[in-house]
């Protein structure tokens, strides 16, 4: 019995000493800053306490001390259960998630909050560390190589879009996107940049196709006309450095614009033409030319360049289709606002214009603790949950804002240094989910908070008010904290 207490002792003691303090502090300081964020977003001359139970600081402030309690408890815990135990895990999040659909209450359109007593959880917080010990299995399995057969892909795929679709399901279109971001995860672990190329063209394709829906040129939205012109420009460029072939590259380069210009003439001396007809004509023409050169080269990258133009293609015709007939008309006005395509500054665009004004207000230094007036007279809406960026930006202004993304930015990197580290697949595959979704939610809620993306109600990391968010935040953190702290305890 001494022997196993001694044990149990020794591995407390090893597994405090490998913690990576570093993280913990940058954790720290992160959520003590974010109290005192929303103690300010909160604010409304009450003389409230920032610890006051009955305000939102003080409920954050609790959530941080009932989070602190969890980490301990997972940085205590056997390291060796997450990765025994990752696919029940995932198993059990997607009934939980299947539950919800059914048992929620309907909370502006969505059924995602689960109510359990006083408190309300959101289930799709505690997915994404679900997921990421799901896609961390599979990666460590015996003989598993993503570019080994194409089935792998599917598999990986599937565990990420699961989740996905069930969020979908509960109407919460912005927690689903935040899944997205375990693509990064594939293409570290060997997937092609081509994949992250083709969703980079797409999202310029349809950006591009909606925001430039008028005016027509040559009986097409210059929208569709720009597009295609892109098409043809990102193909042959593919030709030339990806096939490394520059006799197809040029023949089709000169022959896109030789025949451009005969339609540029044509159109000059009053003669109609019609752009739809003579873009699908010159893609295809140039496809066909491709397709019979390519038998004398190499076949597999040559089809794929192919393969580019012609979802391209199908993928601008359907544009149109998806933005009118698939996404909601909140979701049509959100994005027509980000464009700047519409202003609706009493609707859809009113928290964004209300953000960029308080951000604005506060210049170079802010307007210091407590008095920012857009905040206080409260013209920002969830400004203490989604917006909480914009009152950083108010009352500590240029240099406070830079402070809190220096402090992420501090904290992404040391989690890459982490990651690479690791000596095991699944470590070190938990440990870029974990990063991938840190970037992203970072990236998305500055972005909607200054008006470069769309709202979709993602909130910034152990900042934003709420317990679902900072405990999912916490227990996807701590699990990495402890398998990283594991390292040195199977070198002891």
């Not at 696919?87 to 969505?110: E, M, Q, R």
């Not at 013209?379 to 240099?399: A, K, N, R």
């Not at 982490?418 to 070190?428: G, S």
Request: net charge positive; aromatic share 14%; glycine share 8%.
């Amino acid at each position: 019995m001494c022997q196993v207490a001694s044990r149990n002792t020794d591995s407390g003691v090893s597994t405090f000493k490998a913690i990576d303090w570093v993280t913990i502090v940058l954790y720290l300081i992160l959520v003590g800053f974010g109290a005192i964020s929303i103690y300010a977003a909160s604010y409304d001359f009450d003389n409230a306490s920032l610890f006051d139970i009955k305000e939102f600081s003080g409920k954050q402030i609790m959530w941080i001390g009932l989070s602190l309690v969890l980490g301990c408890g997972i940085l205590l815990s056997d390291y060796r259960i997450y990765k025994t135990y990752a696919y029940p895990i995932y198993i059990v999040v997607l009934i939980v998630l299947l539950v919800t659909i059914f048992v929620a209450p309907d909370i502006k359109g969505s059924h995602s909050w689960l109510k359990i007593g006083s408190f309300s959880l959101q289930p799709a917080e505690f997915g994404k560390f679900a997921t990421a010990l799901a896609l961390a299995k599979l990666f460590d399995s015996y003989n598993f190589s993503l570019n080994a057969k194409i089935s792998n892909y599917f598999r990986a795929l599937i565990i990420i879009f699961l989740p996905i679709i069930l969020i979908l399901l509960q109407n919460e279109t912005g927690s689903a996107l935040v899944y997205i971001s375990f693509i990064f995860v594939l293409y570290r672990e060997g997937m092609s940049g081509l994949v992250l190329f083709s969703v980079l063209c797409a999202v310029t394709f349809f950006v591009i196709a909606v925001k430039f829906a008028e005016p027509l040129v040559l009986g097409i939205p210059m929208g569709e006309f720009t597009v295609f012109i892109l098409i043809m420009l990102v193909f042959s460029l593919m030709l030339l450095f990806y096939c490394r072939d520059v006799i197809i590259a040029r023949n089709v380069i000169f022959g896109f614009v030789g025949s451009g210009i005969i339609v540029a003439v044509m159109s000059l001396c009053g003669i109609h033409v019609n752009g739809l007809i003579y873009f699908i004509g010159i893609i295809l023409a140039a496809i066909i030319y491709t397709a019979v050169a390519m038998f004398h080269h190499r076949i597999t990258k040559f089809m794929i360049t192919i393969g580019f133009a012609i979802v391209s293609v199908i993928f601008l015709f359907s544009v149109n289709y998806v933005f009118n007939n698939i996404l909601e008309p909140h979701q049509q006005m959100r994005i027509k606002v980000a464009l700047g395509i519409e202003e609706n500054l009493r609707g859809a665009g009113y928290n964004v214009n209300q953000s960029k004004i308080a951000i604005g207000s506060g210049g170079v230094t802010g307007k210091g603790f407590l008095n920012g007036t857009q905040t206080k007279l409260k013209y920002v809406p969830e400004q203490h949950t989604d917006f909480i960026f914009c009152t950083i930006g108010e009352e500590e202004g240029f240099i406070g804002a830079t402070g809190v993304l220096v402090l992420y930015l501090a904290l992404i990197l040391r989690l890459i240094y982490i990651a690479e580290r690791q000596r095991t697949v699944f470590e070190r595959v938990y440990a870029y989910c974990v990063v991938s979704i840190l970037i992203f939610h970072l990236g998305i809620n500055v972005g909607m908070v200054i008006g470069l993306c769309p709202v979709i109600g993602i909130p910034l990391p152990f900042f934003s008010y709420g317990g679902s968010s900072l405990w999912g935040f916490t227990i996807l953190l701590f699990i990495l904290l402890r398998l990283d702290a594991s390292r040195k305890e199977r070198m002891d």
